[in-house]
């Protein structure tokens, strides 16, 4: 049985790759059933995007890419062809038993198969739809493919990212992805509560563009503010003041202060008069002063190794921290406290480390029930299970290549 929070709700996900993946992946992680609905043959795209791919117990290479693993644990996959009338209705019928579907076919993409929000709504009307594109289901760009690092283009995030004399950089995860995941599963459960109210489901239209714009957060009320478009500037901040990353003895760390307390007790750690100072005395002054301000912070601060300035600061209560690689993280003692790498069984590697749910609730606990499921190895159950199909019936779908 499955258990957690949303373990009422069954969510069909025809979605692939990051955004719709990320957003169902979390609903299972809170005790959602989640039906991956996959091309049979070759199935979601990411299977195929490796390498690195994840390594047997023998050492040797499966033919699971890594990136897969990232957002396809708690779900079952089934592959069935709906381009063929017998896969349509097979996925009628599992969307007349389903909570919710997500999927992110181009604009109009799933109507030609009766697939699309108007029908499968009218065959239930509680089923909430979330349809996931690049740019909305309406609007001049509504019939254009939208993918993350275009989207970071477009949507500004690269104008703001990188140093300011370098070219535009992109962040670097598909972040505009992973963001519209959190959006999809945030208007999932709203969804839900109203219908728990009204008895109705409804049908979400979320945009990769709308998300990106929705997340440049101050620097987009910045150019609102003074009319002026904000610029890279690198790993500084444009409102607060110091608050960038500065070099040491032996590489760099980063200085997050954020108010002129934590200022003061950086300045007596670093034996500076800067805080008496009028340039520098408040974050509006160190703004206005930054250019003459940073290049002295930069003097100081190389006299000292990172973790000599990490101890220092920390013990001052100043925010202050390393500049860690990915392998660094994962032996960090409070990563590794927080449980944020787990191990579950897989049935070609032996065993996969996939990165935990950060959610931490006290009743009803994230689960993790099955590592990402390979293709199509749930088929059958599930057809059996939720619509009941007999092996016969199996059979025949099998052999007209429907599933």
């Not at 969510?11 to 979390?26: C, H, N, Y």
């Not at 690689?325 to 994962?330: A, K, L, M, N, S």
């Amino acid at each position: 049985m499955t258990t957690g929070a949303l373990s009422h709700l069954r969510v069909l996900d025809l979605s692939r790759v990051l955004a719709g993946p990320w957003a169902t992946q979390l609903l299972g992680d809170l005790g959602a059933e989640i039906i991956k609905i996959e091309r049979p043959g070759s199935g979601d795209d990411t299977r195929a995007w490796g390498p690195p791919w994840i390594k047997d117990e023998a050492g040797e290479d499966t033919d699971v890419a890594a990136y897969y693993l990232c957002t396809n644990r708690n779900k079952r996959s089934v592959t069935i062809d709906f381009t063929q009338p017998e896969g349509q209705a097979l996925m009628r019928e599992l969307a007349m038993k389903s909570d919710v579907l997500v999927e992110n076919f181009k604009l109009g993409g799933l109507a030609q198969y009766g697939l699309d929000y108007a029908t499968l709504s009218a065959l239930n009307p509680r089923l909430i739809y979330c349809s996931i594109t690049g740019f909305g289901q309406d609007g001049p760009y509504a019939e254009r493919a939208g993918y993350d690092f275009l989207i970071q283009g477009m949507g500004g995030l690269m104008s703001i990212t990188g140093q300011p004399d370098g070219p535009p950089t992109k962040v670097g995860v598909a972040l505009t992805d992973v963001l519209t995941g959190l959006y999809a599963s945030n208007a999932i459960l709203a969804a839900v509560a109203w219908r728990e109210q009204s008895g109705k489901g409804q049908h979400i239209d979320l945009a990769l563009l709308d998300v990106q714009v929705a997340c440049l957060a101050n620097q987009a009320m910045n150019y609102l503010a003074s009319g002026k478009a904000p610029r890279r500037m690198g790993n500084a901040h444009p409102n607060i003041v110091p608050y960038d990353a500065f070099p040491t003895a032996d590489g760099h760390m980063i200085l997050a202060i954020g108010n002129d307390g934590q200022f003061t007790r950086f300045c007596k750690e670093a034996g500076t008069g800067w805080a008496q100072d009028q340039r520098f005395a408040t974050n509006a002054a160190r703004v206005k002063h930054r250019a003459t301000l940073i290049p002295a912070m930069h003097d100081v601060t190389r006299t000292r190794s990172t973790a000599d300035w990490v101890a220092a600061l920390e013990s001052a209560a100043v925010p202050c921290g390393p500049i860690n690689d990915i392998g660094q993280v994962f032996d960090d003692p409070q990563v590794q406290h927080r449980g944020m790498r787990i191990d579950l069984p897989h049935p070609a590697a032996g065993h996969v480390p996939l990165v935990a749910n950060p959610i931490h609730l006290s009743e009803t606990p994230t689960t993790y029930r099955n590592s990402p499921p390979m293709l199509g190895a749930d088929t059958r159950g599930v057809l059996a299970d939720v619509l009941g199909k007999q092996p016969g019936e199996l059979d025949q779908l099998a052999a007209k290549g429907a599933i």
